[in-house]
């Protein structure tokens, strides 16, 4: 069993950043495509991006640029740092092994004034 822990979430006013971090087990090479993903109150989870083994990333169209993936191989680790935080990005935000079961608990990131 894979074992993904978030960190990182918390109150955030509108405007402000945060950088959420995901860790694989140390029983483990870390070595995979990672996506981060989120969902909020009453829908569905939410493709944020992904970013693969050698660091090439791709995002969803509505970040607007706002949020920015990255991995630190050695430390079986990848982050998602975000800016410009919005009300509605408010949500559960969770790391994901592609092409798996395999999922993380989630971090809670709440934007309000």
């Known amino acids: 069993q894979v074992q993904l822990v978030e960190s990182g979430g918390g109150l955030v006013q509108p405007g402000g950043s945060l950088r959420l971090t995901c860790a694989a087990g140390e029983n483990t090479s870390g070595i995979w495509l990672m996506g981060w993903y989120r969902q909020a109150p009453g829908k569905q989870r939410e493709f944020i991006g992904t970013i693969s083994s050698g660091g090439t990333t791709r995002y969803e169209d509505f970040l607007e640029g706002r949020f920015t993936i990255s991995r630190d191989n050695a430390k079986r680790t990848i982050y998602l740092q975000m800016s410009s935080l919005k009300l509605e990005d408010t949500a559960v935000y969770y790391c994901?092994?592609?092409?798996?079961?395999?999922w993380g608990q989630g971090t809670q990131v709440t934007v309000s004034s």
């Open positions: 994901h092994i592609v092409g798996t079961d395999h």
